[in-house]
């Protein structure tokens, strides 16, 4: 990295400072500039297999150390229909277990502060839940648990038959007493079928929400930075209880995908995915010392190089004068075992 600076340095660098997406196209950024950005963007979508500087963000599922900054319109608030029909279900049966004063019921005040004080439940709407939960749980092996309940209460032979006589409107006006042991038990069964629906959408709304528009720039910081002033929410989106969390995620979503943003540093890398999004890594700006040291680690570097090169040149040499020394000695070696005679002048004559 400081020989990748100091070699960018050398060449040139630039310092850019950009307020929108077209001042930065044309600029013509290059590894070693210096960029200072201010602008509005989205917090990228954290993905799996995906790389990121920190494996935990505090905005999950968004990871505000990116940011994906175009001039596309912002994408709308994610909607789900099972989210709806299992917010539904929860509201009906939480009305009912723990009514309200001025709730609108079916019974009598007289005929539920009886029922009250005999320290039962009063279910004064079953065929609502009934059709509630046929609505969520439409696939026969979904809500198995739940829908065996409500089938006992019923008191019917199946589930078909129970939803069978709710769309008759057969359960109007059916009221059901439940001990709370039971009403406890049924108010948890409800939570605990909800909760894969609501947890499913959340997952599902979350990528669904990474798809920015063709072009434009990803900004993201090599140490994994924030570059996004919004607090930080006291607990992540999954800690949350299944039935918040679809909540919390819109919530994040509307502060996130149209988010002031402030992002300097030193480009370290460039490139261009497939959906003509230009990548932009940032490195922070060293300070004096930093600069010193870099500068330091650099010309370390290069001596360290040199001396290489030194060592090399001389072992090649040595290598060579070697040979030739083994050459020169075995010629030595065979004219002394093989002598070459001269003739004399007297045999000449």
């Not at 992002?263 to 460039?270: R, S």
Request: net charge neutral.
């Amino acid at each position: 990295m400081p020989f990748k600076f100091t070699l960018s340095w050398l060449k040139g660098a630039q310092t850019i400072e950009a307020t929108t997406v077209s001042q930065l196209e044309k600029a013509h950024v290059r590894i070693g500039d210096t960029l200072r950005l201010t602008g509005t963007g989205m917090c990228n979508i954290r993905t799996p297999g995906s790389w990121s500087a920190k494996e935990d963000s505090p905005f999950l599922p968004f990871d505000c150390s990116q940011i994906v900054w175009n001039d596309a319109p912002p994408l709308p608030l994610p909607e789900s229909d099972i989210v709806s029909k299992a917010t539904a279900l929860m509201q009906s049966v939480q009305r009912q277990l723990h009514p309200e004063t001025d709730d609108d019921s079916r019974v009598s005040p007289a005929l539920r502060s009886a029922i009250q004080k005999s320290g039962m439940v009063l279910l004064d709407d079953f065929g609502d839940i009934v059709q509630k939960t046929n609505d969520l749980c439409s696939a026969k092996d979904d809500c198995l648990r739940l829908k065996n309940a409500l089938v006992n209460l019923g008191n019917t032979r199946n589930w078909e038959t129970l939803t069978k006589r709710a769309t008759a409107g057969k359960l109007d006006g059916v009221n059901v007493l439940l001990r709370p042991v039971s009403a406890e038990s049924l108010e948890n069964l409800v939570t605990t079928s909800t909760a894969p629906f609501v947890i499913r959408e959340t997952s599902r709304a979350a990528q669904a929400l990474n798809s920015p528009a063709p072009g434009g720039f990803l900004i993201a910081s090599d140490e994994g930075s924030v570059l996004v002033n919004q607090p930080w929410p006291a607990v992540s989106l999954y800690d949350y209880p299944a039935h918040e969390q679809w909540g919390e995620l819109r919530r994040l979503a509307g502060m996130l995908m149209h988010t002031p943003f402030h992002a300097e540093g030193i480009v370290t890398n460039l490139f261009t995915d497939a959906n003509g999004t230009q990548h932009i890594n940032l490195h922070r700006i060293p300070d004096r010392s930093g600069l010193w040291r870099y500068l330091g680690i650099t010309l370390l570097l290069l001596s360290m190089v040199g001396c290489m090169a030194y060592h090399a040149v001389q072992a090649l040499r040595r290598y060579q004068r070697h040979r030739q020394r083994m050459e020169e000695i075995q010629k030595y070696y065979e004219s002394c075992l093989n002598p070459v005679l001269l003739p004399s002048s007297d045999s000449q004559d």
